[in-house]
């Protein structure tokens, strides 16, 4: 599976912003995929998930709960995380990473992801 991240920018606090990860080589319908982000100096770190089982079901890291959305739309084999009210905070390298065996307990766990796409660069300013 081969992983294309995309539509990140420099946008200021309070704006939105849509990410698209497109997947080629195989369906995303099969796929647990996430989204992780790295800030400069710091880990990478667990934003969203969206389940390959339970009818999609999603999972927010807490700093980004209810301000950002993840979503699929298998036709166009692209899952999406719509960002809303965007933070200085959130200013981050984003990726979206997927796997097809993955448990529910490991979603957040970015060493349990197989694919990768290579990041978008997310700025918030203030």
């Known amino acids: 599976v081969q992983l294309q991240a995309s539509g990140g920018g420099l946008v200021q606090a309070g704006d939105s912003l849509r990410l698209s990860c497109a997947a080629s080589?195989?369906?995303?319908?099969?796929?647990?995929v996430g989204w992780f982000r790295q800030a400069p100096g710091k880990e990478r770190e667990f934003v969203a998930s969206i389940f390959r089982w339970n009818a999609g079901r999603t999972y927010y890291a807490d700093s980004v709960k209810d301000r950002f959305t993840i979503s699929r739309d298998n036709a166009k084999n692209t899952v999406y995380l719509q960002m809303n009210s965007l933070r200085p905070e959130d200013t981050a390298v984003y990726y979206c990473?997927?796997?097809?065996?993955?448990?529910?307990?490991?979603?957040?766990?970015?060493?349990?992801?197989?694919?990768w796409g290579q990041g978008t660069l997310v700025t918030v300013s203030s």
């Open positions: 990473a997927s796997d097809s065996s993955i448990i529910l307990s490991s979603i957040r766990l970015s060493r349990m992801y197989e694919y």
């Open positions: 080589g195989r369906t995303f319908s099969g796929q647990t």
